[in-house]
């Protein structure tokens, strides 16, 4: 069974900085589409990012030039670092995985963490 375990999240003023840090239980991490969402209270869960196989990646137009995703294979670990962080970016942040190509659909995400809260104050 593969486990996803976020870890990063705090608290931090607008315009700070986090990283947040995806672990996988399993060597899929190379392989696999890894992706980030989010879920803000009363929101429906949305896509922010996500990085293939082949190191391509997609954002989402309102973190795009502040998020950054990327993965380092050898510890089976994916990263969002958040730059410029706004109080619209306060959610629970999901790290997610899928055996095949990019998307930014949440149904076709197969394996999910149980998120980190991230709060930007104003």
């Known amino acids: 069974q593969v486990q996803l375990v976020e870890s990063g999240g705090g608290l931090v003023q607008a315009g700070g900085s986090l990283r947040l840090s995806c672990a996988a239980s399993a060597r899929f991490v190379s392989t696999y589409t890894m992706g980030w969402f989010r879920q803000a209270p009363g929101k429906e869960r949305e896509f922010v990012a996500a990085i293939r196989s082949g190191a391509s990646t997609n954002y989402t137009d309102s973190v795009k030039g502040r998020f950054t995703i990327s993965r380092d294979n050898a510890k089976n670990t994916v990263y969002l670092q958040m730059n410029s962080l706004k109080p619209e970016d306060t959610a629970v942040y999901y790290c997610?995985?899928?055996?095949?190509?990019?998307?930014?659909?949440?149904?076709?995400?197969?394996?999910w963490g149980q998120g980190t809260q991230v709060t930007v104050s104003s």
């Open positions: 997610a995985a899928r055996g095949g190509i990019a998307t930014m659909r949440v149904v076709e995400y197969g394996y």
